[in-house]
T-cell receptor, first 115, second 112 residues
Framework: GESVGLHLPTLSVQEGDNSIINCAYSNSASDYFIWYKQESGKGPQFIID?????DKRQGQRVTVLLNKTVKHLSLQIAATQPGDSAVYFC??????????????FGKGTHLIIQP | DAGITQSPRHKVTETGTPVTLRCHQTENHRYMYWYRQDPGHGLRLIHYSYGVKDTDKGEVSDGYSVSRSKTEDFLLTLESATSSQTSVYFCATAGQGAYEQFFGPGTRLTVL
């Protein structure tokens, strides 16, 4: 698959503020996008996903926005808490007819929460 | 990480030695994946499996082989380890719908 990248390697926000993490993707054929959270020493943990036929999806304190026109994906975290400190990855999954290929990951954004 | 275990969790080995990493799942998921994670590269797909004895190459498959003799186990083998294979290795699984992938806790491999 083609690369999925992130605009900023590190994002620092105040506790209680909203966080926005951005991601650019290059493959217009991608039909599924995922955000993962990875805490130090652990495996990636699923946060939220969105299909290409949608432009917004909300979860608990998180919202993912998809802009296919400019191939941009964002993750919004409301009322950021210390437990949100982690590296966040966007990924795309091109589901092929013969089965599921793996995910193509961006390089990650490190979210730092300031007290 | 629920339902996915990886062994060993840490390993130090020497260049030229064979190494096998094991992924075990209790979710009865059809699809299994091996990724490596390196600074500056994020996670990259090594190999994946879409069923017992059915595997395919990913983005960075050179130097690695895999086997899946039963649904719950997916083995990653480095036939002759090199220092460039020092990395953290993650196993992941996905069910029949194959969208959301669940990751194991990772194996940290150091090749001296």
């Amino acid at each position: 698959g083609e690369s999925v990248g992130l605009h900023l390697p590190t994002l620092s926000v105040q506790e209680g503020d909203n966080s926005i993490i951005n991601c650019a993707y290059s493959n217009s054929a991608s039909d599924y996008f995922i955000w993962y959270k990875q805490e130090s020493g652990k495996g990636p943990q699923f946060i939220i996903d969105i299909r290409s036929n949608m432009d917004k999806r909300q979860g608990q304190r998180v919202t993912v926005l998809l802009n296919k026109t400019v191939k941009h994906l964002s993750l919004q975290i409301a009322a950021t808490q210390p437990g949100d400190s982690a590296v966040y990855f966007c990924a795309e999954n091109m589901y092929s007819g013969g089965g599921a290929d793996g995910l193509t990951f961006g390089k990650g954004t490190h979210l730092i929460i300031q007290p | 990480d629920a339902g996915i275990t990886q062994s060993p969790r840490h390993k130090v080995t020497e260049t030229g030695t064979p190494v096998t990493l094991r992924c075990h799942q209790t979710e009865n998921h059809r699809y299994m994946y091996w990724y490596r994670q390196d600074p500056g590269h994020g996670l990259r797909l090594i190999h994946y499996s879409y069923g017992v004895k059915d595997t395919d190459k990913g983005e960075v498959s050179d130097g690695y082989s895999v086997s899946r003799s039963k649904t719950e186990d997916f083995l990653l083998t480095l036939e002759s380890a090199t220092s460039s294979q020092t990395s953290v290795y993650f196993c992941a699984t996905a069910g029949q719908g194959a969208y959301e992938q669940f990751f194991g806790p990772g194996t940290r491999l150091t090749v001296l």
